[in-house]
Structures are given as C-alpha cells and as structure tokens.
C-alpha cells in the first residue's frame, strides 16, 4: 500500500507540474499571438493609408514616368538613326574602293599583294555592315 500510495503522489505530482507548464508556455503563446496580430493590423493599416494617398499625387507620378518614357524612347530613336547614318556614310565612303578590290584586286593567282588579305576581310566585314542597315523601301503608295 505505501508503494501505491508513493506511486499516486509521484504521478499527481507530475501532472501538476505539466499542467502549470503547459499554463505558461500557453500564456507566453497568446501573448505572442496577440503581439503578431497588433502588427500585422498596424501593418495592414499603414498599407491602407499609403493605398488612399491623393489622386493627384499619383497623376503628378504617373505624368512624370510617361514624360521619363517619351524622353527615352526619342532620345533612343535619335541615337538609333545616328548610328545608322554613321554607317550609311562610311560604306559609300569605303565600297567604291572595297567594289574595286573585288572586282580587279588579285591580276595574277599566287601573286597577291601583302595587303590582300586585310582586304579581304575588309570587304566581308562591310557586307556584314550593309546588313545592319534597314533596306530602303519606298512607301508612296
């Protein structure tokens, strides 16, 4: 009987001391919970006043991106249509001379000036070059 009864306090005694355990871990959780749920209303609420800012604070914003997009779009329209006007001026520069070489460059098989291979490479390059350049389409419809 006394081993049931050592038993029975051994075992009563350990319930109370999960039970008070179980108390604080459960407290320090709502606690924790409801800190959570206080910032996440503050967060909610922060993100509800920047959402209602004035209108035309937002116009202002948006009349100023597309004046920013306007700009860059002429800016890389302008940049566009130097560089293809560079290239146009130096292939008519270069291809009455580079058309020559093709045609007349080598008289004698074997007997190629030291020159004649830079040329050549010159001559595929411009090709390459033509390339980049739109092709001249007349719209006169």
């Not at 560089?83 to 093709?102: A, R």
């Amino acid at each position: 009987m006394d081993i049931l009864l050592i038993l029975l306090a051994v075992f009563g005694l350990s319930f109370f001391v999960a039970y008070i355990y179980t108390a604080k871990q459960l407290k320090t959780t709502t606690q924790h919970l409801a800190e959570s749920v206080l910032l996440y209303l503050a967060t909610v609420d922060q993100s509800n006043q920047i959402q209602s800012a004035p209108a035309e604070n937002q116009k202002a914003h948006n009349e100023s991106f597309i004046k920013f997009l306007s700009e860059s779009r002429d800016w890389a329209f302008g940049y566009i249509e130097e560089v293809q006007n560079s290239l146009k001026n130096f292939i008519d520069e270069v291809e009455p001379q580079i058309e020559h070489y093709n045609k007349y460059g080598i008289v004698i098989e074997g007997m190629s000036p030291p020159h004649d291979f830079a040329l050549k490479k010159i001559s595929k390059e411009l090709d390459n070059l033509k390339k980049l350049l739109p092709e001249d389409i007349d719209d006169r419809r």
